[in-house]
Protein backbone atom coordinates (compact mmCIF):
# COMPACT_ATOMS: atom_id res chain seq x y z
CA UNK A 1 0.00 0.00 0.00
CA UNK A 2 1.27 3.57 -0.67
CA UNK A 3 2.20 5.98 1.91
CA UNK A 4 -1.05 8.28 2.61
CA UNK A 5 0.41 10.30 5.58
CA UNK A 6 0.30 13.66 5.44
CA UNK A 7 3.27 15.60 5.75
CA UNK A 8 4.01 17.57 9.52
CA UNK A 9 4.72 20.62 9.22
CA UNK A 10 6.21 20.97 12.84
CA UNK A 11 5.80 19.84 16.18
CA UNK A 12 2.74 21.09 16.58
CA UNK A 13 1.49 17.91 14.14
CA UNK A 14 -0.34 20.73 12.13
CA UNK A 15 -0.09 19.54 8.31
CA UNK A 16 0.65 21.18 5.36
CA UNK A 17 -2.22 23.63 4.22
CA UNK A 18 -3.81 23.85 0.96
CA UNK A 19 -4.56 27.54 -0.39
CA UNK A 20 -7.82 28.58 0.48
CA UNK A 21 -8.92 28.62 -3.22
CA UNK A 22 -8.58 24.90 -3.41
CA UNK A 23 -10.39 24.20 0.40
CA UNK A 24 -13.54 26.34 -1.28
CA UNK A 25 -13.58 24.64 -4.32
CA UNK A 26 -13.18 21.17 -2.89
CA UNK A 27 -15.68 21.50 0.01
CA UNK A 28 -17.91 23.18 -2.58
CA UNK A 29 -18.95 20.76 -4.77
CA UNK A 30 -19.58 18.16 -1.64
CA UNK A 31 -21.65 20.26 0.02
CA UNK A 32 -23.75 20.73 -2.84
CA UNK A 33 -23.40 16.90 -3.27
CA UNK A 34 -24.71 15.92 0.54
CA UNK A 35 -27.47 18.61 0.60
CA UNK A 36 -30.24 16.46 0.04
CA UNK A 37 -31.13 12.95 -0.70
CA UNK A 38 -30.40 12.09 -4.65
CA UNK A 39 -31.45 8.90 -6.84
CA UNK A 40 -28.90 6.10 -7.31
CA UNK A 41 -28.77 7.21 -11.62
CA UNK A 42 -27.89 10.36 -10.72
CA UNK A 43 -24.41 9.13 -8.68
CA UNK A 44 -21.66 11.88 -7.53
CA UNK A 45 -18.37 11.36 -8.36
CA UNK A 46 -16.75 9.86 -5.39
CA UNK A 47 -14.38 12.24 -3.96
CA UNK A 48 -10.36 11.10 -4.28
CA UNK A 49 -7.89 11.79 -1.95
CA UNK A 50 -7.26 15.23 -3.02
CA UNK A 51 -10.64 16.07 -2.47
CA UNK A 52 -10.54 14.31 1.04
CA UNK A 53 -7.45 15.68 1.83
CA UNK A 54 -8.86 19.31 1.39
CA UNK A 55 -11.92 18.30 3.32
CA UNK A 56 -9.39 17.14 6.37
CA UNK A 57 -7.26 20.70 6.18
CA UNK A 58 -10.84 22.35 6.52
CA UNK A 59 -12.21 20.74 9.82
CA UNK A 60 -11.58 21.42 12.74
CA UNK A 61 -9.51 19.38 15.55
CA UNK A 62 -13.02 19.17 17.70
CA UNK A 63 -14.55 17.89 13.85
CA UNK A 64 -11.43 15.49 13.45
CA UNK A 65 -12.19 14.26 16.73
CA UNK A 66 -15.48 13.61 16.78
CA UNK A 67 -15.03 11.59 13.52
CA UNK A 68 -13.22 9.18 15.11
CA UNK A 69 -16.23 8.24 17.68
CA UNK A 70 -19.15 5.93 16.67
CA UNK A 71 -21.46 5.83 19.68
CA UNK A 72 -24.80 4.77 20.84
CA UNK A 73 -27.65 6.57 21.57
CA UNK A 74 -31.35 6.14 22.57
CA UNK A 75 -34.31 6.29 20.78
CA UNK A 76 -36.19 5.70 17.89
CA UNK A 77 -35.88 9.01 16.48
CA UNK A 78 -32.82 11.29 15.61
CA UNK A 79 -34.89 14.40 16.70
CA UNK A 80 -37.98 12.92 18.97
CA UNK A 81 -37.32 9.85 21.30
CA UNK A 82 -39.36 8.81 23.42
CA UNK A 83 -39.23 10.58 27.21
CA UNK A 84 -37.82 7.36 28.38
CA UNK A 85 -34.70 7.64 25.95
CA UNK A 86 -33.92 11.00 26.40
CA UNK A 87 -33.55 10.53 29.95
CA UNK A 88 -31.20 7.89 29.18
CA UNK A 89 -29.66 10.25 27.02
CA UNK A 90 -28.88 13.05 29.41
CA UNK A 91 -27.68 10.42 31.99
CA UNK A 92 -24.85 8.39 29.75
CA UNK A 93 -24.42 11.08 27.31
CA UNK A 94 -25.23 14.51 28.09
CA UNK A 95 -27.64 15.50 25.04
CA UNK A 96 -31.31 14.32 24.94
CA UNK A 97 -31.11 13.33 21.34
CA UNK A 98 -28.90 11.54 18.43
CA UNK A 99 -29.10 15.06 16.77
CA UNK A 100 -27.58 16.94 19.59
CA UNK A 101 -25.20 14.41 20.41
CA UNK A 102 -23.77 14.68 16.65
CA UNK A 103 -24.00 18.73 17.24
CA UNK A 104 -22.17 18.50 20.55
CA UNK A 105 -19.07 16.01 19.71
CA UNK A 106 -19.19 15.84 15.72
CA UNK A 107 -19.21 11.87 16.28
CA UNK A 108 -18.45 10.54 12.69
CA UNK A 109 -20.80 7.27 13.12
CA UNK A 110 -23.95 6.05 15.19
CA UNK A 111 -24.14 2.33 16.15
CA UNK A 112 -27.78 0.51 16.59
CA UNK A 113 -29.09 -1.34 19.23
CA UNK A 114 -31.56 -3.09 20.04
CA UNK A 115 -31.80 -2.37 24.02
CA UNK A 116 -31.36 1.15 23.03
CA UNK A 117 -34.75 1.67 20.68
CA UNK A 118 -32.88 1.80 17.76
CA UNK A 119 -34.46 -0.91 15.67
CA UNK A 120 -38.36 -1.49 16.38
CA UNK A 121 -39.11 -2.26 12.27
CA UNK A 122 -37.49 -1.04 8.76
CA UNK A 123 -39.48 1.30 8.20
CA UNK A 124 -38.62 3.45 11.41
CA UNK A 125 -34.71 2.41 11.14
CA UNK A 126 -34.87 4.52 7.73
CA UNK A 127 -36.50 6.96 9.26
CA UNK A 128 -33.84 7.54 12.24
CA UNK A 129 -31.02 6.81 9.92
CA UNK A 130 -32.63 9.52 7.48
CA UNK A 131 -32.69 11.39 10.85
CA UNK A 132 -28.79 11.02 11.67
CA UNK A 133 -27.55 11.82 8.48
CA UNK A 134 -29.64 15.10 8.21
CA UNK A 135 -28.74 15.99 11.51
CA UNK A 136 -25.03 15.40 10.84
CA UNK A 137 -24.94 17.04 7.00
CA UNK A 138 -27.11 20.15 8.45
CA UNK A 139 -23.82 21.16 10.46
CA UNK A 140 -21.06 23.97 8.89
CA UNK A 141 -19.06 21.37 7.18
CA UNK A 142 -21.23 18.45 7.63
CA UNK A 143 -20.50 15.45 7.07
CA UNK A 144 -22.35 11.63 6.38
CA UNK A 145 -22.70 9.33 8.97
CA UNK A 146 -21.51 5.65 9.55
CA UNK A 147 -24.57 4.26 10.90
CA UNK A 148 -23.55 0.71 12.09
CA UNK A 149 -24.91 -2.43 14.33
CA UNK A 150 -24.17 -6.08 14.46
CA UNK A 151 -25.99 -8.41 12.19
CA UNK A 152 -23.34 -11.01 12.35
CA UNK A 153 -27.34 -13.45 12.11
CA UNK A 154 -27.31 -16.66 14.47
CA UNK A 155 -26.53 -15.92 18.00
CA UNK A 156 -26.04 -12.05 17.42
CA UNK A 157 -28.73 -9.94 15.35
CA UNK A 158 -29.45 -6.28 16.38
CA UNK A 159 -32.47 -6.30 13.33
CA UNK A 160 -35.20 -8.92 13.85
CA UNK A 161 -38.32 -9.51 11.59
CA UNK A 162 -39.69 -9.12 8.99
CA UNK A 163 -36.06 -8.44 7.87
CA UNK A 164 -34.35 -11.47 6.36
CA UNK A 165 -32.62 -13.88 9.33
CA UNK A 166 -30.11 -16.13 8.22
CA UNK A 167 -28.68 -19.25 10.39
CA UNK A 168 -25.25 -18.00 12.02
CA UNK A 169 -21.31 -18.84 11.17
CA UNK A 170 -21.11 -22.41 12.22
CA UNK A 171 -24.14 -23.07 10.69
CA UNK A 172 -23.77 -21.55 7.60
CA UNK A 173 -19.74 -23.03 7.50
CA UNK A 174 -21.87 -26.99 8.12
CA UNK A 175 -22.96 -25.93 4.72
CA UNK A 176 -19.56 -25.82 3.59
CA UNK A 177 -21.18 -23.53 0.73
CA UNK A 178 -18.91 -19.92 -0.27
CA UNK A 179 -21.90 -19.48 -2.49
CA UNK A 180 -24.59 -19.10 0.37
CA UNK A 181 -21.85 -17.64 2.64
CA UNK A 182 -22.01 -14.99 -0.09
CA UNK A 183 -25.37 -14.93 -1.03
CA UNK A 184 -25.88 -14.00 3.14
CA UNK A 185 -24.14 -11.18 2.82
CA UNK A 186 -25.27 -9.77 0.04
CA UNK A 187 -29.19 -9.84 1.09
CA UNK A 188 -28.18 -8.80 4.09
CA UNK A 189 -25.94 -6.03 3.02
CA UNK A 190 -29.06 -5.20 0.37
CA UNK A 191 -31.74 -4.87 3.23
CA UNK A 192 -29.11 -2.86 5.99
CA UNK A 193 -28.36 -0.36 3.12
CA UNK A 194 -31.71 0.08 2.79
CA UNK A 195 -32.45 0.93 6.10
CA UNK A 196 -29.87 3.58 6.09
CA UNK A 197 -27.18 1.15 7.99
CA UNK A 198 -23.98 1.00 5.92
CA UNK A 199 -21.50 -0.30 8.46
CA UNK A 200 -21.79 -4.01 9.67
CA UNK A 201 -19.80 -5.72 12.52
CA UNK A 202 -19.52 -8.89 10.57
CA UNK A 203 -18.22 -11.45 9.97
CA UNK A 204 -16.39 -13.43 13.20
CA UNK A 205 -13.04 -14.00 12.06
CA UNK A 206 -12.33 -16.08 15.33
CA UNK A 207 -11.16 -20.07 15.03
CA UNK A 208 -13.25 -21.06 17.82
CA UNK A 209 -11.05 -23.89 18.64
CA UNK A 210 -11.84 -23.93 22.44
CA UNK A 211 -15.29 -25.62 23.28
CA UNK A 212 -15.35 -23.93 26.48
CA UNK A 213 -15.05 -20.40 24.78
CA UNK A 214 -18.04 -18.15 26.42
CA UNK A 215 -18.34 -15.21 24.00
CA UNK A 216 -17.26 -16.80 20.22
CA UNK A 217 -18.44 -20.76 20.44
CA UNK A 218 -21.16 -20.65 17.37
CA UNK A 219 -20.41 -17.28 16.67
CA UNK A 220 -17.53 -18.54 14.62
CA UNK A 221 -17.50 -20.35 10.99
CA UNK A 222 -15.65 -23.00 13.20
CA UNK A 223 -12.24 -24.90 13.78
CA UNK A 224 -10.50 -24.97 10.57
CA UNK A 225 -8.26 -22.08 9.64
CA UNK A 226 -9.07 -22.54 5.95
CA UNK A 227 -12.72 -23.38 6.32
CA UNK A 228 -12.90 -20.11 8.43
CA UNK A 229 -10.85 -18.03 6.00
CA UNK A 230 -13.32 -19.24 2.79
CA UNK A 231 -16.12 -18.04 4.62
CA UNK A 232 -15.01 -15.19 5.70
CA UNK A 233 -13.96 -13.79 2.62
CA UNK A 234 -17.23 -14.79 1.00
CA UNK A 235 -19.59 -12.95 3.04
CA UNK A 236 -16.97 -9.80 3.19
CA UNK A 237 -17.45 -9.73 -0.88
CA UNK A 238 -21.19 -10.13 -0.66
CA UNK A 239 -21.43 -7.32 2.29
CA UNK A 240 -19.70 -5.01 0.23
CA UNK A 241 -20.88 -5.72 -3.40
CA UNK A 242 -24.27 -4.15 -0.93
CA UNK A 243 -22.39 -1.21 -0.54
CA UNK A 244 -21.91 -1.85 3.37
CA UNK A 245 -18.73 -1.72 5.07
CA UNK A 246 -18.13 -5.24 6.66
CA UNK A 247 -15.70 -5.69 9.60
CA UNK A 248 -13.74 -9.04 10.52
CA UNK A 249 -13.41 -9.48 14.04
CA UNK A 250 -11.64 -9.72 16.90
CA UNK A 251 -8.25 -9.09 15.54
CA UNK A 252 -5.82 -10.63 16.64
CA UNK A 253 -8.11 -13.69 16.93
CA UNK A 254 -10.66 -14.61 19.94
CA UNK A 255 -11.03 -18.07 19.50
CA UNK A 256 -9.22 -20.14 22.03
CA UNK A 257 -10.35 -17.98 25.14
CA UNK A 258 -12.13 -19.40 28.37
CA UNK A 259 -12.86 -15.58 29.53
CA UNK A 260 -15.48 -13.42 28.33
CA UNK A 261 -13.72 -10.02 27.48
CA UNK A 262 -17.08 -8.14 28.03
CA UNK A 263 -16.62 -8.83 31.87
CA UNK A 264 -12.97 -9.92 31.84
CA UNK A 265 -9.20 -9.79 30.57
CA UNK A 266 -8.37 -13.10 28.53
CA UNK A 267 -5.54 -14.33 27.60
CA UNK A 268 -4.48 -16.18 24.16
CA UNK A 269 -1.52 -18.39 25.04
CA UNK A 270 -0.66 -19.33 21.31
CA UNK A 271 2.77 -19.33 20.11
CA UNK A 272 3.28 -16.77 17.20
CA UNK A 273 3.86 -19.73 14.67
CA UNK A 274 0.24 -21.13 16.02
CA UNK A 275 -1.17 -17.70 15.11
CA UNK A 276 0.57 -17.72 12.05
CA UNK A 277 -1.03 -20.98 11.18
CA UNK A 278 -4.66 -20.70 12.60
CA UNK A 279 -5.51 -17.22 14.17
CA UNK A 280 -4.33 -15.38 11.29
CA UNK A 281 -5.20 -16.92 8.05
CA UNK A 282 -9.48 -15.62 8.26
CA UNK A 283 -7.63 -12.10 8.82
CA UNK A 284 -5.49 -12.70 5.87
CA UNK A 285 -8.84 -14.09 3.67
CA UNK A 286 -10.86 -10.77 4.74
CA UNK A 287 -7.78 -8.70 3.95
CA UNK A 288 -7.63 -10.26 0.43
CA UNK A 289 -11.41 -9.66 0.01
CA UNK A 290 -10.58 -6.28 0.30
CA UNK A 291 -12.33 -5.60 3.43
CA UNK A 292 -13.10 -1.92 4.41
CA UNK A 293 -12.58 -2.42 8.42
CA UNK A 294 -10.90 -4.86 11.40
CA UNK A 295 -12.37 -4.42 15.11
CA UNK A 296 -9.49 -5.35 17.43
CA UNK A 297 -9.85 -7.56 20.64
CA UNK A 298 -9.72 -6.67 24.41
CA UNK A 299 -6.97 -9.78 24.62
CA UNK A 300 -3.94 -10.24 25.93
CA UNK A 301 -1.61 -12.29 23.26
CA UNK A 302 2.13 -12.36 25.34
CA UNK A 303 3.41 -14.04 22.02
CA UNK A 304 2.66 -11.28 19.99
CA UNK A 305 3.40 -8.55 22.24
CA UNK A 306 4.56 -9.37 25.96
CA UNK A 307 3.59 -5.99 27.48
CA UNK A 308 0.24 -7.14 28.70
CA UNK A 309 -1.48 -4.43 26.97
CA UNK A 310 -4.65 -5.63 25.60
CA UNK A 311 -4.55 -5.89 21.43
CA UNK A 312 -6.70 -2.66 20.59
CA UNK A 313 -4.07 -0.54 22.51
CA UNK A 314 -1.08 -2.28 21.04
CA UNK A 315 1.30 -0.88 18.68
CA UNK A 316 2.91 -3.87 17.93
CA UNK A 317 -0.11 -5.65 17.16
CA UNK A 318 -2.32 -2.77 15.70
CA UNK A 319 0.90 -1.15 13.85
CA UNK A 320 3.26 -3.98 13.80
CA UNK A 321 1.58 -7.02 13.01
CA UNK A 322 -1.97 -5.55 11.62
CA UNK A 323 -0.74 -3.28 9.22
CA UNK A 324 2.93 -4.13 8.65
CA UNK A 325 3.19 -7.66 8.47
CA UNK A 326 -0.29 -8.11 6.81
CA UNK A 327 0.02 -4.47 4.95
CA UNK A 328 -3.79 -3.66 5.83
CA UNK A 329 -4.27 0.48 5.19
CA UNK A 330 -8.16 0.25 5.93
CA UNK A 331 -10.41 1.30 8.73
CA UNK A 332 -9.48 -0.25 12.21
CA UNK A 333 -11.97 -0.41 14.88
CA UNK A 334 -11.93 -0.96 18.58
CA UNK A 335 -14.21 -3.45 19.97
CA UNK A 336 -16.23 -1.64 22.71
CA UNK A 337 -14.50 0.66 24.94
CA UNK A 338 -16.94 -0.10 27.77
CA UNK A 339 -16.01 -4.04 28.23
CA UNK A 340 -14.16 -4.99 30.81
CA UNK A 341 -11.04 -6.41 28.71
CA UNK A 342 -9.98 -2.44 27.61
CA UNK A 343 -10.87 -1.43 30.93
CA UNK A 344 -8.47 -3.35 33.38
CA UNK A 345 -5.78 -1.92 33.26
CA UNK A 346 -5.62 1.81 32.08
CA UNK A 347 -8.94 4.86 32.84
CA UNK A 348 -11.45 5.58 30.50
CA UNK A 349 -9.36 8.53 29.54
CA UNK A 350 -5.94 6.63 28.81
CA UNK A 351 -7.89 4.09 26.79
CA UNK A 352 -8.99 6.10 23.78
CA UNK A 353 -5.78 7.39 23.71
CA UNK A 354 -3.49 4.71 23.77
CA UNK A 355 -5.87 2.87 20.90
CA UNK A 356 -5.27 6.35 18.29
CA UNK A 357 -1.53 5.80 19.77
CA UNK A 358 -1.67 1.87 18.63
CA UNK A 359 -2.90 2.88 15.07
CA UNK A 360 -6.76 2.40 15.45
CA UNK A 361 -8.84 4.49 13.87
CA UNK A 362 -12.20 4.21 14.65
CA UNK A 363 -13.01 4.40 18.29
CA UNK A 364 -16.54 2.38 19.32
CA UNK A 365 -18.99 3.21 21.73
CA UNK A 366 -16.98 4.24 25.35
CA UNK A 367 -18.54 4.81 28.46
CA UNK A 368 -18.57 8.16 28.71
CA UNK A 369 -18.03 10.26 25.55
CA UNK A 370 -17.48 13.34 27.37
CA UNK A 371 -14.22 11.78 29.15
CA UNK A 372 -13.22 9.77 25.67
CA UNK A 373 -13.57 12.99 23.52
CA UNK A 374 -12.37 15.67 25.45
CA UNK A 375 -9.20 13.24 26.34
CA UNK A 376 -8.62 12.83 22.56
CA UNK A 377 -8.68 16.70 22.13
CA UNK A 378 -6.26 17.80 25.39
CA UNK A 379 -3.46 14.70 24.38
CA UNK A 380 -3.37 16.68 20.50
CA UNK A 381 -3.43 20.16 22.81
CA UNK A 382 -0.55 18.88 24.93
CA UNK A 383 1.25 17.46 21.98
CA UNK A 384 0.83 13.45 23.24
CA UNK A 385 -0.88 12.58 19.80
CA UNK A 386 -0.58 15.29 16.72
CA UNK A 387 -3.02 16.38 14.60
CA UNK A 388 -1.24 14.81 11.80
CA UNK A 389 -1.83 11.22 13.83
CA UNK A 390 -5.66 12.36 13.87
CA UNK A 391 -5.49 12.68 10.06
CA UNK A 392 -4.38 9.45 8.89
CA UNK A 393 -7.26 7.82 10.74
CA UNK A 394 -9.78 10.80 9.39
CA UNK A 395 -8.39 9.97 6.05
CA UNK A 396 -9.02 6.07 6.08
CA UNK A 397 -12.44 6.78 7.86
CA UNK A 398 -13.65 9.38 4.82
CA UNK A 399 -12.38 6.87 2.37
CA UNK A 400 -14.12 4.39 3.75
CA UNK A 401 -17.74 6.64 3.39
CA UNK A 402 -16.10 7.85 -0.33
CA UNK A 403 -16.44 4.29 -1.03
CA UNK A 404 -19.67 2.91 0.23
CA UNK A 405 -21.01 5.99 -1.70
CA UNK A 406 -22.17 8.28 1.31
CA UNK A 407 -20.64 11.41 -0.36
CA UNK A 408 -23.62 11.18 -2.88
CA UNK A 409 -26.04 8.94 -1.16
CA UNK A 410 -26.27 9.35 2.30
CA UNK A 411 -30.30 8.69 2.34
CA UNK A 412 -32.57 5.92 2.13
CA UNK A 413 -36.07 5.79 1.33
CA UNK A 414 -39.56 4.05 2.14
CA UNK A 415 -39.63 2.25 -1.54
CA UNK A 416 -36.13 1.35 -0.76
CA UNK A 417 -37.22 -0.42 2.39
CA UNK A 418 -40.59 -1.95 0.60
CA UNK A 419 -38.45 -2.99 -2.51
CA UNK A 420 -35.68 -5.05 -0.35
CA UNK A 421 -36.37 -6.01 3.37
CA UNK A 422 -38.08 -9.15 4.09
CA UNK A 423 -38.92 -9.99 0.59
CA UNK A 424 -40.25 -13.42 -0.19
CA UNK A 425 -37.28 -14.28 -2.60
CA UNK A 426 -34.90 -13.29 0.61
CA UNK A 427 -36.38 -15.13 3.07
CA UNK A 428 -36.90 -18.35 0.93
CA UNK A 429 -33.21 -18.07 0.13
CA UNK A 430 -32.55 -17.96 4.05
CA UNK A 431 -34.68 -21.29 4.50
CA UNK A 432 -32.60 -22.77 1.71
CA UNK A 433 -29.42 -22.10 3.18
CA UNK A 434 -30.33 -23.03 6.66
CA UNK A 435 -31.47 -26.63 4.97
CA UNK A 436 -27.96 -27.27 4.02
CA UNK A 437 -26.69 -26.46 7.61
CA UNK A 438 -28.73 -29.26 10.16
CA UNK A 439 -25.92 -31.74 10.83
CA UNK A 440 -27.49 -35.40 12.06
CA UNK A 441 -24.20 -36.67 14.39
CA UNK A 442 -26.53 -39.60 15.19
CA UNK A 443 -29.07 -41.71 13.89
CA UNK A 444 -29.26 -45.37 16.03
CA UNK A 445 -31.66 -47.89 14.67
CA UNK A 446 -32.67 -45.22 11.79
CA UNK A 447 -34.95 -43.40 14.47
CA UNK A 448 -34.77 -40.38 11.87
CA UNK A 449 -36.58 -39.58 10.15
CA UNK A 450 -39.99 -39.34 12.19
CA UNK A 451 -42.77 -41.01 10.20
CA UNK A 452 -46.12 -38.98 10.22
CA UNK A 453 -47.30 -42.49 10.01
CA UNK A 454 -46.02 -44.41 12.30
CA UNK A 455 -45.36 -41.79 15.28
CA UNK A 456 -48.08 -39.20 14.14
CA UNK A 457 -48.20 -37.60 18.12
CA UNK A 458 -44.69 -35.91 18.67
CA UNK A 459 -44.02 -33.76 21.92
CA UNK A 460 -41.70 -31.25 21.95
CA UNK A 461 -39.39 -30.45 24.96
CA UNK A 462 -36.61 -28.89 26.22
CA UNK A 463 -34.68 -25.17 26.52
CA UNK A 464 -36.54 -22.10 25.06
CA UNK A 465 -33.92 -19.60 25.14
CA UNK A 466 -34.69 -15.91 24.82
CA UNK A 467 -34.68 -14.88 20.86
CA UNK A 468 -31.20 -13.71 19.72
CA UNK A 469 -32.41 -11.21 16.78
CA UNK A 470 -36.15 -10.21 16.86
CA UNK A 471 -37.85 -13.53 15.84
CA UNK A 472 -41.03 -14.98 17.04
CA UNK A 473 -39.30 -17.41 19.05
CA UNK A 474 -39.84 -19.88 21.25
CA UNK A 475 -37.33 -22.35 19.90
CA UNK A 476 -40.20 -25.26 21.28
CA UNK A 477 -43.36 -23.29 20.19
CA UNK A 478 -41.11 -22.74 16.59
CA UNK A 479 -40.37 -26.24 16.21
CA UNK A 480 -44.20 -27.97 17.32
CA UNK A 481 -45.62 -25.16 14.93
CA UNK A 482 -43.35 -26.66 12.15
CA UNK A 483 -43.58 -30.33 12.79
CA UNK A 484 -47.84 -29.42 12.88
CA UNK A 485 -47.54 -27.69 9.41
CA UNK A 486 -45.87 -30.96 8.26
CA UNK A 487 -48.50 -33.37 9.35
CA UNK A 488 -47.87 -34.06 13.06
CA UNK A 489 -49.96 -33.39 15.86
CA UNK A 490 -47.70 -31.72 18.17
CA UNK A 491 -47.87 -31.17 22.48
CA UNK A 492 -45.48 -28.40 22.96
CA UNK A 493 -43.68 -28.36 26.88
CA UNK A 494 -40.86 -25.48 27.75
CA UNK A 495 -38.92 -27.25 30.25
CA UNK A 496 -36.10 -24.56 29.99
CA UNK A 497 -32.29 -24.99 30.95
CA UNK A 498 -32.25 -25.85 34.05
CA UNK A 499 -35.99 -27.78 34.85
CA UNK A 500 -36.83 -28.52 37.91
CA UNK A 501 -37.85 -31.78 39.08
CA UNK A 502 -41.10 -31.39 38.93
CA UNK A 503 -41.10 -30.08 35.24
CA UNK A 504 -39.35 -32.84 34.28
CA UNK A 505 -42.05 -35.39 35.86
CA UNK A 506 -44.67 -33.23 33.70
CA UNK A 507 -42.50 -33.83 30.82
CA UNK A 508 -42.56 -37.67 31.39
CA UNK A 509 -45.75 -37.47 31.77
CA UNK A 510 -46.67 -36.17 28.43
CA UNK A 511 -44.56 -38.48 26.80
CA UNK A 512 -46.48 -40.99 27.88
CA UNK A 513 -49.29 -39.76 25.59
CA UNK A 514 -47.01 -39.40 22.91
CA UNK A 515 -45.45 -41.36 19.60
CA UNK A 516 -42.04 -39.86 19.70
CA UNK A 517 -40.05 -37.31 21.66
CA UNK A 518 -38.32 -34.09 20.37
CA UNK A 519 -35.86 -32.64 22.72
CA UNK A 520 -33.81 -28.96 22.54
CA UNK A 521 -31.08 -29.06 24.32
CA UNK A 522 -28.88 -25.72 24.90
CA UNK A 523 -25.40 -25.95 26.18
CA UNK A 524 -25.12 -29.07 28.49
CA UNK A 525 -22.44 -29.14 31.55
CA UNK A 526 -21.77 -31.95 33.14
CA UNK A 527 -24.42 -31.73 36.06
CA UNK A 528 -27.09 -30.07 33.59
CA UNK A 529 -30.48 -30.72 35.08
CA UNK A 530 -30.99 -31.13 31.05
CA UNK A 531 -29.46 -33.68 31.05
CA UNK A 532 -31.71 -35.58 33.37
CA UNK A 533 -34.96 -34.33 31.23
CA UNK A 534 -33.50 -36.61 28.24
CA UNK A 535 -32.38 -39.57 30.67
CA UNK A 536 -35.88 -39.21 31.68
CA UNK A 537 -37.43 -38.89 28.70
CA UNK A 538 -35.26 -42.00 27.42
CA UNK A 539 -36.67 -44.30 30.31
CA UNK A 540 -40.65 -44.14 28.66
CA UNK A 541 -39.22 -46.04 26.02
CA UNK A 542 -40.08 -43.67 23.91
CA UNK A 543 -38.63 -42.33 20.38
CA UNK A 544 -36.33 -39.29 21.48
CA UNK A 545 -34.49 -37.15 19.05
CA UNK A 546 -32.54 -34.21 20.62
CA UNK A 547 -31.35 -31.24 18.56
CA UNK A 548 -28.65 -29.20 20.12
CA UNK A 549 -29.70 -25.58 19.38
CA UNK A 550 -26.35 -23.79 20.00
CA UNK A 551 -23.13 -25.48 20.66
CA UNK A 552 -22.86 -28.88 18.85
CA UNK A 553 -20.92 -30.31 21.95
CA UNK A 554 -24.10 -31.32 23.78
CA UNK A 555 -23.71 -34.27 22.15
CA UNK A 556 -21.20 -35.44 24.14
CA UNK A 557 -22.98 -35.20 27.42
CA UNK A 558 -25.86 -37.74 26.51
CA UNK A 559 -24.29 -40.86 24.80
CA UNK A 560 -27.81 -42.82 25.00
CA UNK A 561 -29.66 -40.38 22.70
CA UNK A 562 -30.00 -42.58 19.22
CA UNK A 563 -30.86 -39.48 17.54
CA UNK A 564 -29.30 -36.47 18.17
CA UNK A 565 -29.10 -33.30 15.16
CA UNK A 566 -27.26 -29.85 15.78
CA UNK A 567 -29.16 -27.04 14.63
CA UNK A 568 -26.31 -24.33 15.51
CA UNK A 569 -28.69 -22.02 16.70
CA UNK A 570 -32.26 -21.10 18.02
CA UNK A 571 -33.76 -18.45 15.80
CA UNK A 572 -36.89 -19.27 13.38
CA UNK A 573 -35.20 -19.91 10.69
CA UNK A 574 -32.30 -22.70 11.50
CA UNK A 575 -35.10 -24.23 14.09
CA UNK A 576 -37.53 -24.59 11.30
CA UNK A 577 -34.75 -26.13 9.07
CA UNK A 578 -33.85 -29.05 11.89
CA UNK A 579 -38.24 -29.89 12.07
CA UNK A 580 -37.93 -30.35 8.40
CA UNK A 581 -34.97 -32.72 8.58
CA UNK A 582 -36.77 -34.51 11.48
CA UNK A 583 -39.85 -35.33 9.93
CA UNK A 584 -37.54 -36.44 6.42
CA UNK A 585 -38.96 -33.30 4.09
CA UNK A 586 -35.61 -32.48 3.54
CA UNK A 587 -31.97 -34.86 4.26
CA UNK A 588 -29.53 -33.68 6.70
CA UNK A 589 -26.53 -32.42 4.64
CA UNK A 590 -24.16 -30.63 7.08
CA UNK A 591 -20.57 -31.58 7.99
CA UNK A 592 -19.30 -30.52 11.63
CA UNK A 593 -17.36 -27.16 10.95
CA UNK A 594 -15.58 -28.21 15.18
CA UNK A 595 -14.62 -31.50 15.96
CA UNK A 596 -16.76 -32.75 19.66
CA UNK A 597 -14.22 -34.30 22.47
CA UNK A 598 -15.39 -37.09 24.67
CA UNK A 599 -17.03 -35.59 27.71
CA UNK A 600 -15.04 -37.74 29.95
CA UNK A 601 -11.92 -37.72 28.20
CA UNK A 602 -11.72 -34.39 26.28
CA UNK A 603 -8.20 -35.59 24.53
CA UNK A 604 -10.19 -37.87 22.52
CA UNK A 605 -12.49 -36.92 19.48
CA UNK A 606 -15.72 -38.40 19.71
CA UNK A 607 -16.97 -36.85 16.49
CA UNK A 608 -14.42 -35.56 14.22
CA UNK A 609 -14.29 -32.25 12.19
CA UNK A 610 -16.15 -32.71 9.02
CA UNK A 611 -18.24 -35.55 10.58
CA UNK A 612 -22.33 -35.92 9.68
CA UNK A 613 -24.70 -38.40 8.78
CA UNK A 614 -27.50 -38.41 6.39
CA UNK A 615 -30.43 -40.41 4.73
Known amino acids: ?56 AAMTLEEKVGQLFVMRVYGHSATAPDQADIDANRQELGVATAAELIAKYRVGGIIYFTWAHNTRDPRQIADLSNGIQKASLGLERGLPMLIATDQEHGAVCRVGKPATL ?43 VNPANPVIGVRSFGADPALVGRMVAAEV ?24 SHTGFPVITHTRDQWEELDAVPFRSAIS ?43 VITDSLGMEGVRTKYGDDRVPVLALKAGVDQLLNPPSIDVAWTAVRDAVRGGELTEARLDESVLRILRMKARLGLFGHAYTTHARVSSAVGTRSHLATADRIAERTTTLLVNEGRTLPLDRRRTPRVLVV ?15 GVMGAALRELGFTTTVLSTGTAPST ?8 AAGQADAVVVLTYNLTATDPQRALVEKLLATGRPVVAVAVRNPYDVARLPAVKAYLTSYGWTDVEVRAAARVVAGRVAPRGKLPVPVQRADDPAQVLYPLGHGLTY
Open 166 to 208: FPGAMAVAAGRSSYDALALGRISGTELRAMGINQDYSPDADVN
Open 289 to 331: ARIDSIMTAHIQFPALDPSGDPATLSHPIVTGILRGDLGYDGV
Open 237 to 260: KGYQSARVAATAKHFPGHGDTATD
Open 1 to 56: MPDTRTASTGNTGNTARPSRRAVLAATAGLTAALAAPAPAAHATATPDDRALRALI
Open 502 to 509: ATIGNAVT
Open 462 to 476: GADPASPSGTTGPPT
